[in-house]
């Protein structure tokens, strides 16, 4: 009875080679597109941040919050971004909505984008009638 040898044939490195070739490639693909998602993720929650800082510069000044605006950020020296500021009237008497969205200048329609919404108390208007020789009426 011949003996059989125990090392390997070709054949089977061969095939170990291929199949570990095949492994290495999906690993490094899957690596790749982990990667393009963690940069995604990043640029959205820095969009979404600026949105959040430009909504708290722009309620807290209250009296700039009565009209639609937009800009960039050069005076914070960030370059590259835009924001539109629009004011709506809400339902409820002296509350309008504000939404502030932030994104890249000349933005794809796959660029992230942020948005902040919230209210802002708008005061009433009061008006004092003046009676006839120039002081208030009570």
């Not at 700039?64 to 960039?72: E, I, W």
């Not at 370059?79 to 509350?95: A, H, I, K």
Request: aromatic residues 6%.
């Amino acid at each position: 009875m011949p003996r059989r040898s125990k090392a390997f044939t070709l054949i089977e490195a061969l095939a170990s080679a291929a199949l570990l070739g095949v492994g290495i490639t999906a690993c490094m693909s899957a690596l790749g597109a982990v990667a393009k998602e963690e940069a995604r993720a990043r640029e959205v929650d820095y969009v979404q941040g600026l949105a959040r800082q430009k909504y708290d510069e722009e309620v807290s000044t209250n009296q700039q919050v009565l009209a639609s605006q937009s800009g960039d950020f050069s005076d914070h020296n960030i370059q590259g971004y835009t924001w539109n500021l629009d004011v709506e009237t809400s339902q409820v008497n002296n509350l309008n909505t504000v939404v502030v969205t932030v994104q890249k200048q000349n933005a794809a329609s796959t660029d992230p984008q942020g948005t902040v919404e919230g209210l802002i108390y708008i005061s009433p208007t009061t008006t004092n009638s003046t009676s006839p020789g120039g002081g208030a009426t009570p």
